[in-house]
């Protein structure tokens, strides 16, 4: 006897044979669209200044000067009358393996005691493994400038600089992570902490920009800058911070005792075009005071990005989205 199945139970199989083959459609449209959305950004980004009205640098800036590519990278930290800080910095950077030169850059009225020396030299003698010798400079300067910290190295023997404070300190892992990401994008900056800007007033063709701290960062998606107390550049950008960057910017560094940082974001951008690279890590504060921590202090970076744009003649930060993760250390974005 020939068995006739229900007529819901056709019905329920066929249902399922369309679903199944509605729902793999589905996904290759999907994947189509997505595909396309994706050739649409890189096209676009690739094209970004010019769609955006973004000016490319005007500043004749040689950046194609024939510079030797060398390995391992100079730390140029920066500090003020804080050596229980500098030697927590030093005793912890030392360890990080590619680490070739440290540069400190000393503003003090009174030289570097005899006791400091040694005991940093100690600390680079222990932490120093494998026949590794890594070179310990102090950059002595006569004038307190915070400008002092782009001063040119004549003898450094790296083409990366590790710009840090001496008040902040990451794993040496995420460290050489961001330095594998600069020697990929050696012309940009690559550093911790982003910061933005924002259009807030427009007339005609003048505009009025806000400065926006972390958490303008973090609602908006994007940045424009990555501040150099925690960042990698090529040592050329000291060069061009010293003898091309407008005087007039310097002595505004100089006499407002701000935004050296954002003076480097600008000359960058100014003599690329592209924007930073923010890698994310872990940041451990070991210092309770500074600049920052005073009142009215995102009026006068606000005060500074204008006053840069005005100098320029143009407003050259480019704002971008793109963050790094290191996916073995962190679970989520």
């Given amino acids: 006897m020939t068995s006739i ?6 019905f329920s199989r066929r249902t399922f044979r369309q679903g199944a083959i509605s729902a793999v459609r589905s996904v290759r449209i999907k994947l189509l669209l997505s595909c396309c959305i994706v050739f649409v950004i890189l096209a676009f980004s690739s094209r970004a200044p010019s769609f955006m009205g973004w000016k490319q640098s005007q500043t004749p800036y040689d950046l194609h000067h024939s510079f030797p590519s060398r390995a391992g990278y100079a730390m140029l930290i920066n500090t003020w009358k804080r050596n229980d800080l500098l030697k927590k910095s030093i005793s912890h950077y030392t360890s990080c393996p590619r680490l070739s030169s440290i540069h400190i850059v000393w503003s003090e ?5 005899d006791s400091l020396i040694k005991y940093l030299t100690h600390v680079i003698k222990s932490n120093s493994k494998n026949g590794r010798e890594i070179e310990l400079k102090f950059d ?3 004038e307190d400038s915070l400008n002092n910290r782009f001063k ?3 003898d450094l023997k790296t083409d990366a600089l590790f710009s840090i404070d001496d008040d ?10 961001a330095f594998t990401i600069w ?3 050696s012309d940009t900056m690559v550093g911790f902490v982003p910061r933005m800007h924002w259009v807030s007033k427009s007339k005609g063709n003048a505009n009025e920009y806000t400065y926006g701290g972390w958490w ?3 609602w908006m998606g994007t940045y424009s800058m990555v501040l150099s107390k925690a960042a990698f550049f090529h040592q050329k950008y000291l060069s061009l911070y010293t003898h091309q960057m407008p005087a007039s ?5 100089s006499k407002n005792r701000n935004c050296e940082d954002i003076a480097m974001s600008f000359l960058v951008a100014n003599a690329t075009g592209i924007p930073p690279i923010w890698v994310k890590g872990k940041i451990y504060e070991i210092g309770s005071t500074g600049i920052s921590s005073l009142g009215g202090h995102s009026d006068r970076r606000t005060e500074c990005v204008n006053r840069f744009v005005a100098e320029y003649g143009h407003m050259p930060l480019v704002s971008t989205s793109v963050k790094v993760v290191d996916s073995k250390s962190s679970w989520s974005w």
């Fill in 5 to 10: 199945l229900p007529r819901t139970s056709l």
């Fill in 249 to 253: 910017i310097r002595e505004y560094v």
């Fill in 216 to 218: 303008s960062v973090w």
């Fill in 140 to 142: 002595i300067n006569k």
């Fill in 168 to 177: 902040v300190i990451f794993p040496c892992s995420t460290v050489e992570l």
């Fill in 152 to 154: 040119e190295i004549n």
């Fill in 109 to 113: 009225p009174d030289p570097p005691s």
């Fill in 183 to 185: 020697q990929s994008a």
